[in-house]
Each structure stands twice: as C-alpha cells, then as structure tokens.
C-alpha cells in the first residue's frame, strides 16, 4: 500500500514541556514529547496525517475500542548519535507488523507513507525530545484503535492512527526471577498472539500479578495446549543458552515475530555463536539447569532490547541461572545498541537515517 504525501500539516504546541524534563533521570514511557501524529479514517480512507500538540482524545462512550477491543500498536525507538543525527531501527518492519497486527483484527491497512512520512516529521518537529544520553532513547508508540461507535459487534467505520513519544531510560532494572505457566496462556492456535493487539496484553495481566505475589518478576509462557513448550517471556521472545548454543522457539500464530528477536539470531549468526530456532520444552531447560549446561536464559525486545533473567521456578521449585562473566545477553546487547546509536558499522543495513 502505498499513497504520496508532500507535505504534513504541523500544528505546533503553544509551550514547551521540555524543559520540566530531568533528561538525566528519565524513567520507562513516563512523559511525553509536545507532538503527536494523528491521522483518521473515515469514509473508507485514511485522511492525511498531522502533527499536532499532545493532547487528550474525546471519544463517543460507543466508541467500538472500548467494547471489542480493536486496538494495535507498535513499539519502536529513535537514537541520537554523538553529533546529533537521528536514527531508527529496522522501522519499516514495525510498519509491515502494524498492518499484519490491524488486519488480523479488521482493522484498515495504514498506508506506508502516511507512517514513514508522519513518523519523520513528527521526529523532526520534536528532535530536542530525543534523548542523547547513553542508554536512552525516545521511545515511540504507533497505534490504531476503533474510534467509530455503536454497539454492533463488528468493525468499526472510523478509526485513529496516531504516534506519541516519550523520552526514555532503560526499562528493565537489573535482572529477573520469572515463573514457567502451566495454567493460563497468552496466545493459541489461531488466535491472535502474533499481533501487537491491545487485548493480548490485558490477558497477560492477571497471570502476571499471580507470578509477581509468588515473588517473580514475570510469566514465562507455555504453549496453550500441553504447556510442555517455552514461548514467550512477558511481552518479549525468549532465547535460552544451553552450553554455547543460543536457542528461540519459532515464531508461529502463537509467539510474535519480534524484531529484536530476529536481530539477534542474525548477528549470533555472524558472530559465529551456534543458534537454533526450534521448539524448547519445559523438561529440556528444567535438565539443562540441573546439570549446569543452562547458561543463560534471557528475553529480547524493543523497550529493554535484552533483559537477562536470573533464574526461574516451575511446579513450586526455584532454579538459580550461574553469574558469568561474559554472557551472550551483554554482547548481544551491546553490539545491536552500538549499531542502533550509531557507534559501530552496520553491515546489515537495519540503521535508519531519518534526515
Ligand atoms: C512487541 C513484542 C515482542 C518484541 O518485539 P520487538 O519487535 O522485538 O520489540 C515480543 N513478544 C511480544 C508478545 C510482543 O508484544
């Protein structure tokens, strides 16, 4: 889908937030940048976006997202480099992945232009709320939700496509103790677990609280069916380590396909670390921690980029994961972080020059 765009109405913010932001403390998608883009569907067709300040949505109490649920997003980020360039990461697969998520939940393909071109724009009008600091970043927040009414259980004839940023630090701190689920799932068999949707997080909620009562930080989620196979932890794909070999589940109706994941398989590749993607089970990393081949087990995605994990229970029994010294979890992260902030080559062309 594509349709050309050649200017992007800006309507700038009377004030400024900026400077009520403490830069050097920033906490995870806490304050936001003074613009948004917002673009409307309506009609059968997307309206041109615009950049406009920041601001609360007005939405009719019928508004189909708050009954059924059509929301999906993406998340990404933007670096500024020691002189000041801007740059994405990989951003024209979080457009292709937002429009796998919308189809998957009747919602209306984006066009291309209208995300790259009001996703550049947006950066431009608020480039000073792009943090330079090391290990920060401005996090960005696309989203389509179901703006039309009624209370009809089908899809929705308008909808909004905006993007919000909000300057950012890390967002994990230190490591994390996760649980195995065997009760409840995040995704099934033609369900929508490979979508960005909305809902998707909302189930994950309660198990969650459950694990965090438990004294664990996150779920690390089973398949639906036998709960035997390891597939996600929280919102992010996981890799294990056993001896040398970095292994992820395949991506599948049931574990998105995240881009910090496929990342990582590519440069382990490179770097001549053995990788399979393939299923894991339960029992193989439950042995794996008993005999000490479990090096590592670790989640990947866009807001943390890798989160170590330092051990995990299963049926009521804690398994502690070894402090190494060198682990793949630092190197990986260190080497997509210096190609995202421009600190390093880039040979697999993921770098996204925004002017
Ligand atoms: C967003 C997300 C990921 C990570 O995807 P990235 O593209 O790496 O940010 C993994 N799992 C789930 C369930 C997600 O929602």
Redesign the pocket.
């Known amino acids: 889908m594509s349709a050309i765009i050649n200017d992007i109405e800006i309507i700038k913010a009377k004030a400024t937030k900026i400077n009520d932001v403490d830069f050097d403390n920033l906490k995870f998608g806490h304050v936001f940048s003074d613009h948004m883009l917002e673009c409307n569907y309506k009609n059968g067709n997307w309206e041109k976006p615009k950049v406009v300040p920041y601001q609360p949505i007005t939405l009719d109490p019928s508004a189909k997202i708050f009954h059924y649920g059509q929301s999906v997003f993406e998340?990404m980020k933007a670096y500024k480099d020691t002189e000041g360039k801007v740059w994405l990461f990989r951003p024209l697969d979080n457009y292709k992945r937002l429009n796998i998520s919308a189809k998957r939940l009747a919602i209306p393909e984006l066009p291309e232009d209208y995300f790259m071109e009001g996703l550049k724009a947006l950066l431009e009008v608020d480039e000073d709320w792009i943090p330079q600091n090391e290990g920060s970043s401005l996090y960005i927040r696309p989203f389509i939700f179901a703006s039309g009414n009624g209370f009809h259980a089908s899809p929705a004839d308008a909808y909004k496509f905006i993007i919000c940023t909000a300057p950012s630090g890390a967002y994990f701190a230190g490591e994390v103790k996760v649980l195995i689920e065997e009760k409840y799932s995040r995704s099934a068999n033609g369900g929508v677990g490979y979508a960005?949707a909305g809902g998707?997080y909302a189930g994950q909620f309660y198990p969650t609280q459950l694990a965090v009562e438990k004294g664990y930080q996150q779920v690390i989620w089973t398949d639906d069916n036998t709960h035997e196979y390891i597939e996600?932890a929280g919102?992010?794909?996981i890799f294990v380590r056993i001896n040398d070999t970095l292994i992820t589940g395949p991506t599948s109706d049931r574990i998105?396909d995240?881009?910090?994941?496929k990342s990582i398989i590519e440069l382990a590749k490179s770097e001549y670390i053995p990788v399979e993607v393939r299923k894991i089970t339960v029992t193989e990393v439950v042995e794996a921690a008993k005999n000490g081949s479990l090096k590592e087990m670790f989640g990947?995605?866009?807001a943390a980029v890798i989160s170590p994990i330092s051990g995990f229970g299963y049926k009521e029994v804690d398994y502690d994961l070894p402090k190494l010294d060198n682990t793949y979890a630092s190197f990986l992260k260190k080497c997509i972080t210096d190609i995202q902030t421009n600190k390093t080559d880039d040979p697999f062309g993921w770098r996204y020059s925004v002017k």
């Open positions: 998340g960005k998707n996600e919102a992010m794909n998105l995240g881009i910090t994941r990947a995605g866009t």
